[in-house]
């Protein structure tokens, strides 16, 4: 498979072409911005190599344990990981689940420890997601910019594993010859 230099490299002169597509899909500098940044991140960050020690994993750094987890369930290569269609969806749901846990830790302990009150509820956390969607809209963040920023990780995800596939057959071609 390609080294993770070679992905960054693909990652990196993918970049000009994405935010050129989306501008001219969407008539927007801000939806192509937001695709191009989330392509770069679903690149370096947030591609199907965090269920391994790589360059992906590592550039999380004291935060890598966050996916921890994920790489005990996922093997390697497989469908859930570097699935063209699955791959990223699950990420994004993980990553998801992950920080809620997390910010819900983090609440409940100062709740525990510091405030000396109630820990929230399940009812309370998805009440601060509401929120924080509601903040989101306030400032003018639509619907478009999401599908923007999904459609980016998922092409800086995708270009990795389409990359490891044109990899698998340039090497088994060769070796027929």
Do not use: N
Not at 142 to 151: F, P, Q, T, Y
């Amino acid at each position: 498979m390609p080294s993770g230099k070679t992905h960054d490299a693909i990652t990196l002169v993918l970049a000009a072409p994405t935010f050129a597509a989306a501008w001219g899909l969407t008539g927007s500098f801000k939806l192509a911005a937001a695709a191009t940044c989330a392509m770069l991140f679903g690149g370096f960050m947030f591609g199907p190599d965090l269920d391994i020690l790589s360059r992906q994993y590592t550039r999380w750094g004291v935060f890598r344990f966050l996916w921890l987890p994920y790489r005990a369930v996922f093997r390697h290569r497989s469908r859930w990981s570097h699935g063209i269609v699955f791959g990223t969806l699950i990420r994004v749901v993980y990553f998801a689940v992950a920080v809620t846990l997390l910010v819900w830790a983090a609440v409940y302990l100062r709740a525990l420890f510091v405030a000396g009150g109630a820990p929230p509820g399940l009812d309370e956390v998805m009440g601060a997601w509401r929120a924080i969607i509601a903040g989101a809209a306030g400032y003018g963040v639509e619907a478009s910019a999401l599908w923007a920023v999904l459609a980016g990780l998922w092409w800086g995800a995708a270009s990795h594993t389409l990359t490891d596939v044109a990899w698998s057959v340039v090497r088994k071609g060769s070796e027929i010859f």
